[in-house]
């Protein structure tokens, strides 16, 4: 069997198998809405009206970064940062600036509601797949640049989240970790056995910010450029190596221990105290390390680092850390496209 037949015949509820989705009620604060994203531990969840069961959005980290960016950046005479002029949301982010100061108060009746966070970065705005439709479905919408589909039943309600981690986390199990001579025979995919490099030979420059910038420089440059994550390097000569990463899921950390001070370090201090903070809170496991390849890695072994570290990206890096370019799995739903739209 090859890799088109699998993508077109599995279908995306077999995907998600004993999934309980967990949803935010549309009438809950934003405040309460975001504890309750960071709690559950998911990087995004849709947000329902309890009364009708209608799905009104999804929210997630961008989401919540997109708020941050609003309450926070303002030059000295109060004007928002021009980082948000690139999306008009007309009266929506006015009423949020002019009454996010309403978050600190105790009235419960006077704080802004989850839903007007609910696709307010329109980068990875909602989408919806009937649970039934085949993998390829899901991977087309994927390569797109879209993380994450709502998956319904045939009257519209919500069967569960599908997620690009989820199709990497099911090739990756098709691929198990082979002994040294040996090759999977049951599956064939030529493409997946050549070097990370060969498929992605223009290694194109990664977008990064050096180490001593702070970490809202971080964030606005993220949310500018559209990426949910970026490489914290140190410029040496013409050279940059990299030294950690940060993405907008990290702003959980920020949220969970209302250190908002944080949001003004030197990102990479940030790295490297939020590192600390995870392994205390995991007995000692390192719960945001860097992940890297060499640049003849072939794609399956890559594939397979992605699904076992649970990381949306690697990063290529030659010898001494010396950063190269970087692999997302938007690049990875990309490639898997090509190989649907191959004809036999």
Same mark, same amino acid.
């Given at each position: 069997?090859?890799?088109?037949?699998?993508?077109?015949?599995?279908?995306?509820?077999?995907?998600?198998?004993?999934?309980?989705?967990?949803?935010?009620?549309?009438?809950?604060?934003?405040?309460?809405?975001?504890?309750?994203?960071?709690?559950?531990?998911?990087?995004?969840?849709?947000?329902?009206?309890?009364?009708?069961?209608?799905?009104?959005?999804?929210?997630?980290? #961008?989401?919540?970064?997109?708020?941050?960016?609003?309450?926070?950046?303002?030059?000295?005479?109060?004007?928002?940062?021009?980082?948000?002029?690139?999306?008009? #949301?007309?009266?929506?982010?006015?009423?949020?600036?002019?009454?996010?100061? !309403?978050?600190?108060?105790?009235?419960?009746?006077? !704080?802004?509601?989850?839903?007007?966070?609910? &696709?307010?970065?329109?980068?990875?705005?909602?989408?919806?797949?009937?649970?039934?439709?085949?993998?390829? !479905?899901?991977?087309?919408?994927?390569?797109?640049?879209?993380?994450?589909?709502?998956?319904?039943?045939?009257?519209?309600?919500?069967?569960?989240?599908?997620?690009?981690?989820?199709?990497?986390?099911?090739?990756? &199990?098709?691929?198990?970790?082979?002994?040294?001579?040996?090759?999977?025979?049951?599956?064939?995919?030529? %493409?997946?056995?050549?070097?990370?490099?060969?498929?992605?030979?223009?290694?194109?420059?990664?977008?990064?910010? &050096?180490?001593?910038?702070?970490?809202?420089?971080?964030?606005?440059?993220?949310?500018?450029?559209?990426?949910?994550?970026?490489?914290?390097?140190?410029?040496?000569?013409?050279?940059?190596?990299?030294?950690?990463?940060?993405?907008?899921?990290?702003?959980?950390?920020?949220?969970?221990?209302?250190?908002?001070?944080? %949001?003004?370090?030197?990102?990479?201090?940030?790295?490297?105290?939020?590192?600390?903070?995870?392994?205390?809170?995991?007995?000692?496991?390192?719960?945001?390390?860097?992940?890297?390849?060499?640049?003849?890695?072939?794609?399956?072994?890559?594939?397979?680092?992605?699904?076992?570290?649970?990381?949306?990206?690697?990063?290529?890096?030659?010898?001494?850390?010396?950063?190269?370019?970087?692999?997302?799995?938007? &690049?990875?739903?990309?490639?898997?496209?090509?190989?649907?739209? !191959?004809?036999?």
């Amino acid at each position: 069997m090859d890799i088109k037949t699998i993508l077109n015949e599995t279908k995306c509820c077999d995907l998600i198998k004993g999934q309980i989705p967990i949803t935010i009620d549309s009438a809950k604060s934003v405040e309460e809405g975001c504890k309750e994203l960071v709690e559950h531990q998911f990087t995004s969840a849709p947000i329902i009206d309890k009364k009708t069961g209608k799905i009104i959005g999804m929210l997630d980290y #961008r989401d919540l970064v997109a708020f941050i960016l609003l309450v926070f950046s303002k030059d000295k005479d109060g004007k928002t940062q021009e980082i948000f002029l690139d999306y008009d #949301r007309g009266s929506k982010i006015k009423y949020i600036v002019e009454n996010a100061s !309403k978050l600190s108060q105790e009235d419960e009746n006077s !704080k802004l509601s989850i839903h007007l966070l609910a &696709d307010l970065s329109t980068k990875n705005p909602t989408n919806t797949l009937l649970y039934t439709s085949p993998v390829s !479905k899901a991977v087309e919408i994927f390569s797109n640049g879209i993380h994450r589909l709502i998956l319904t039943k045939e009257d519209g309600s919500l069967y569960g989240i599908l997620s690009q981690s989820n199709v990497v986390k099911y090739l990756a &199990d098709l691929f198990p970790v082979q002994i040294p001579g040996q090759k999977n025979n049951k599956i064939k995919w030529e %493409l997946g056995e050549k070097a990370i490099s060969s498929v992605r030979p223009e290694l194109n420059e990664v977008i990064s910010v &050096d180490r001593y910038a702070t970490v809202m420089d971080a964030l606005r440059l993220m949310y500018k450029s559209t990426i949910s994550s970026i490489a914290i390097v140190e410029a040496k000569g013409t050279k940059k190596y990299l030294r950690g990463n940060i993405s907008l899921t990290d702003i959980k950390e920020v949220i969970k221990n209302n250190k908002w001070r944080l %949001l003004w370090y030197p990102v990479g201090n940030f790295f490297e105290e939020i590192r600390k903070m995870q392994e205390f809170e995991n007995n000692g496991l390192d719960r945001v390390p860097t992940f890297t390849v060499g640049t003849e890695t072939s794609v399956i072994k890559v594939i397979q680092k992605l699904a076992v570290t649970k990381g949306h990206r690697i990063w290529i890096v030659s010898e001494g850390d010396s950063l190269k370019s970087v692999y997302s799995l938007t &690049d990875f739903m990309k490639l898997l496209q090509s190989e649907l739209n !191959k004809t036999q």
